[in-house]
């Protein structure tokens, strides 16, 4: 399978632990999308990569969450001191250049 | 800011046509995409449209007008399995992806 993949698929933490999460993209893709996505709702970007570089950081983005993509090739997104409120679904994507973007499964992190 | 509005919910029959509407207000414009996303799994690309006019991909065709901040998604023919959510997105100048909250098709026998 060559496209996006993420993992957990699923994580069920308690509030106040750190969670981090792992996107590995389409390999010839440079950029790197993660989105959060609660039920009913569209996907909310939350930051992009282009090769390692982070480029864009949506304001959603508290100082609790971080993002790296340390080789240009998968990228880790770490929550610390998790809440509920952090209870979602969390899409990586990837694309080539600005072509359409290609979603991972996802990962559903619960918090309780 | 931002705006992206489309249904929350429609519902058809199958066989025939439906259209979903999207309009959108946003501060950058460097083209639409509508993506169909199932429950419980990712949302899969549908079509992209950056010029106005109508681009026709199989049962699924897409229009965008972008003085009117408007496009639609047309589907025919419709199946049981198009039961599914349909995501307008717009991608602005900073590259992101900004959604609507998504459309809520039931295909109904």
């Known amino acids: 399978d060559t496209g996006v993949s993420q993992d957990p698929r699923h994580k069920i933490t308690k509030r106040g632990q750190n969670v981090t999460f792992r996107c590995d993209p389409i390999s010839e893709h440079n950029r790197l999308y993660w989105y959060r996505q609660t039920l009913g709702q569209g996907p909310e970007f939350l930051t992009y990569f282009q090769n390692e570089a982070q480029l864009e950081k949506s304001r959603l983005l508290s100082d609790r969450f971080s993002a790296e993509r340390p080789k240009g090739s998968f990228s880790t997104l770490e929550i610390q001191r998790t809440e509920q409120g952090d209870s979602a679904m969390y899409l990586c994507a990837s694309s080539l250049g600005r072509d359409e973007q290609y979603f991972g499964p996802g990962t559903r992190l619960t918090v309780t | 800011g931002q705006n992206i509005d489309q249904p929350t919910e429609m519902t058809a029959t199958e066989g025939a046509i439906v259209q979903i509407n999207c309009t959108y207000q946003?501060?950058?414009?460097?083209?639409l995409f509508w993506y169909q996303q199932h429950a419980g799994e990712a949302p899969t690309f549908l079509s992209y449209n950056v010029l106005d006019g109508l681009e026709e991909k199989g049962r699924f065709s897409s229009f965008l007008s972008r003085s009117k901040g408007y496009s639609y998604l047309l589907l025919k023919e419709l199946q049981m399995k198009d039961s599914a959510s349909y995501l307008c997105?717009?991608?602005?100048?900073?590259?992101?992806?900004?959604f609507g909250g998504g459309t809520r098709l039931m295909v109904k026998p």
């Open positions: 946003t501060s950058g414009f460097n083209g």
């Open positions: 997105a717009v991608n602005n100048a900073g590259n992101m992806l900004t």
